[in-house]
């Protein structure tokens, strides 16, 4: 097998924890607002599960691109008022600050080691639905050492769509079976290889999509396979 040139890596299950850094941003917001009686976890998983649906109309050019800090905020307001927030009644700092939370991700333990030791072969950048500065945010935030960012505004879709890998790898001036995506989805990957892409699947344990619920678990055969991002790091380079 040809060795990839540029690594891309999903970001939201892959490379952060977006379900436990969202529940503890919730379980602080539910708090200060008088509403610690709702259940965090189960709040921040009806948050992410309009995900899919809302960006639809954008996949299929229904829709005119909107970033994810406008989406969530739309799916945020309406997600808090199924669960008996009335939204007139939250500051709207209040709302905006845990929107924001998606730029606070924090990594999973293995992220930063193991994309470093990438880095030290190959090109390494996000291939993820979060716009350019939500990932810049994210990256200061976590300490993510990216070569370079490139956000879904650039590629003014969302995944699974193919432009969305294709125009990730125009930007960087390489050839799609010269790319890898690293993702803990399959949808995703499964995605990228049809564009043309290797790939490799990073097992992540909670860390699946609510907005994906029909999903089907991990059967195929990825190109690698491994259970963090050291234990992948240390496969590519010994390959």
Not at 23 to 31: D, G, M, T, Y
Not at 110 to 128: Q, T, W, Y
């Amino acid at each position: 097998m040809t060795k990839p040139e540029v690594l891309f890596f999903d970001v939201l299950g892959t490379v952060v924890d977006w379900r436990g850094s969202i529940a503890a941003e919730v379980s602080s917001f539910l708090a200060r607002n008088n509403a610690a009686h709702i259940d965090a976890g189960a709040l921040a998983d009806a948050w992410v599960g309009r995900y899919d649906s809302s960006v639809e109309p954008i996949r299929r050019g229904l829709q005119s691109f909107a970033t994810l800090d406008v989406v969530n905020l739309s799916n945020l307001e309406g997600t808090l008022e199924e669960f008996g927030l009335k939204i007139p009644e939250v500051p709207h700092a209040e709302l905006v600050h845990l929107n924001q939370a998606w730029h606070r991700l924090k990594p999973w333990p293995d992220s930063v080691k193991g994309i470093s030791n990438m880095k030290e072969r190959f090109v390494v950048a996000p291939l993820s639905d979060g716009h350019t500065r939500l990932l810049v945010n994210m990256a200061k935030h976590g300490g993510l050492p990216w070569d370079t960012v490139i956000g879904a505004d650039i590629s003014r879709t969302y995944k699974p769509m193919p432009q969305a890998y294709l125009r990730a790898c125009e930007v960087l001036g390489v050839k799609p079976h010269n790319a890898m995506l690293i993702a803990a989805h399959d949808y995703d990957l499964r995605a990228a290889r049809e564009c043309g892409f290797k790939t490799a699947l990073v097992v992540r344990e909670n860390a699946q999509d609510p907005s994906k619920t029909g999903e089907p678990g991990s059967n195929e055969d990825w190109d690698f396979s491994a259970g963090n991002l050291i234990e992948l790091a240390n496969i590519l380079l010994a390959a």
